[in-house]
């Protein structure tokens, strides 16, 4: 069974890093474009950055440009989302998924994306 596992959220300080992992099982990542997305209570699903699979083009939320950086260790078969500078604003259940599609473009388009992971919570909060 094909899957996605995320890990490495929390509760943090505003300002401080927290590094996510999107870890996959029943399939290879390394030929997948992956994304990750956020939601907050009340709010609608945001695409937060993706990845395509010859991990040279990345995409970014405005509101996390320059904070945030995806990155993909093929041997690991994971994907990584590194937040730094960390706001209040960025809590929220963070998701990670998976498509297979063009290896030089990747999609911020949530229905564009077949496997989906179970998400992790991220809580910044003083």
């Known amino acids: 069974q094909s899957q996605l596992v995320e890990s490495g959220g929390g509760l943090v300080q505003p300002g401080g890093s927290l590094r996510l992992s999107c870890a996959a099982s029943?399939?290879?990542?390394?030929?997948?474009?992956i994304g990750w997305f956020r939601q907050a209570p009340g709010k609608e699903r945001e695409a937060v950055s993706c990845?395509?699979?010859?991990?040279?083009?990345?995409k970014y939320s405005d509101s996390v440009k320059g904070r945030f950086t995806i990155s993909r260790d093929n041997a690991k078969n994971t994907v990584y989302l590194q937040m730094n500078s960390l706001k209040p604003e960025d809590t929220g259940r963070y998701y990670c998924?998976?498509?297979?599609?063009?290896?030089?473009?990747?999609?911020?388009?949530?229905?564009?994306?077949?496997?989906w992971g179970q998400g992790t919570q991220v809580t910044v909060s003083s």
């Open positions: 998924a998976g498509y297979w599609g063009s290896e030089v473009f990747c999609s911020t388009r949530s229905d564009w994306y077949a496997y």
């Open positions: 990845i395509a699979s010859n991990g040279d083009n990345t």
């Open positions: 029943g399939f290879t990542t390394n030929y997948a474009t």
